[in-house]
């Protein structure tokens, strides 16, 4: 709890501990097995941040009875469990409520090996940083409910959030000198990032043309078609952050934009980071990028050069 970890994890014995997580949230998409598969991407996301294995999964569903058809329920749960099928995950139950408000999400158990547990927190000199997915979900979401998207960019979107971090998590636990790890979700790039120095003696350099958005992101963004919890996500960290004045407003912005089902921002030794990146890219994970590095200093800052 005391920084922030993705998951909870509980050591049952010397070799074997549980990682246990949830999350659930109101509909993104409009379509309700997209939103399924969505929901369960996302649910899952903090187990492999940790670097554990998910194995059994339990629903929360919050669904308006009455005045929703429940065809639309039945195609939530199937995208969802669908996703779990190709997570390697058992659904062993879950619960469910009348509420005004649909809502879906998971509770997720997994496993990982005690010595093995990649925390969020453990970054060195010299380490460099690694994103794999693209940034831009929360204001490609904001400007689908205006009905601004363009179909190709929503489709993107989609993409990377029904894309499970099962396969970066692999490559990543199997990489020796992994120092900390996250996914990055609500609280967007730069929130997540400030987590990982938070406390140290160490800061964050960020690359800012060298992350990944999705095309399309910067025309949202220069028209102001952004999420609320990007605003307050950047008045949160922003004490943390430099680089304002150098770099363009939209580009600055979209670092802060909270995330759905978001990569994981991997912190690994320098010597390590090409080959994990060739890794990730042979395994089909294209936009995954170099982003940044870890160096000395007084006072925990992230600097975001252009």
Partial sequence: MEHSEDAAVYKLRDDLAIVQTVDFFTPIVDDPYTFGQIAVTNALSDVYAMGGKPLTGM???CFPVGKMEMTILRDILRGGIEKMHEAGVLLVGGHSVDDGELKYGLSVMGVVHPDKVVKNRGAMIGDKLILTKSLGTGIVSTALKRGLAASTLVDE????MTQLNKGAAELMTATRNVHAATD???FGFL???????????LAMVVYARKVPFFRGIQELAEKGIL?????RNKQFRLPMVEGMDSCPAWLFDALFDPQTAGGLLICLAADEADPLLEKLHHAGLSEAAIVGEIIAAERNIIQVVS
Wanted: aromatic share 0%; charged share 20%.
């Fill in 227 to 231: 999420p609320g919890g990007l605003n």
């Fill in 184 to 186: 990055i979700t609500g």
């Fill in 157 to 160: 979107s989609v993409r990377s």
């Fill in 59 to 61: 629903n929360i569903v």
């Fill in 191 to 201: 929130g997540h990032a400030a987590e990982m120095i938070e406390g140290d003696k």
